[in-house]
Nanobody, 123 residues
Framework: QVQLVESGGGLVQAGGSLRLSCAAS????????VGWFRQASGKEREFVAA???????MYGDSVKDRFTISRDNVKNAVYLQMNGLKPEDTAVYYC?????????????????WGQGAQVTVSS
């Protein structure tokens, strides 16, 4: 199995940037699709971005043109570059992986989850 550890969260002013990292260990990471999801207080978990084994990407409508997902299969890592952050981006961000190379936007399709990283955007 794959274990995921997230880092890079924190507090940032509106309009600023953060880069989240997801470090993977175990399994054969290069074969896994990876997604980022977020959950704001009192709200449902929301799809943010996902990336396939070969680098095909998909994004939620609320973050298109602002966030970029990428992966480095040599380093066993996935990243989420977040630019132009808004207060409504405030949430716990989760890295997730699934046992297939094809990404989806559905939470229940993913097998492995990180612990979450808090991102807070102040106005």
């Amino acid at each position: 199995q794959v274990q995921l550890v997230e880092s890079g969260g924190g507090l940032v002013q509106a309009g600023g940037s953060l880069r989240l990292s997801c470090a993977a260990s175990g399994g054969f990471f290069g074969n896994y699709a990876v997604g980022w999801f977020r959950q704001a207080s009192g709200k449902e978990r929301e799809f943010v971005a996902a990336i396939s084994r070969r680098g095909f990407t998909m994004y939620g409508d609320s973050v298109k043109d602002r966030f970029t997902i990428s992966r480095d299969n040599v380093k066993n890592a996935v990243y989420l570059q977040m630019n132009g952050l808004k207060p409504e981006d405030t949430a716990v961000y989760y890295c997730a992986a699934r046992d297939f190379p094809v990404p989806t936007a559905t939470t229940r399709d993913y097998n492995y989850w990180g612990q979450g990283a808090q991102v807070t955007v102040s106005s």
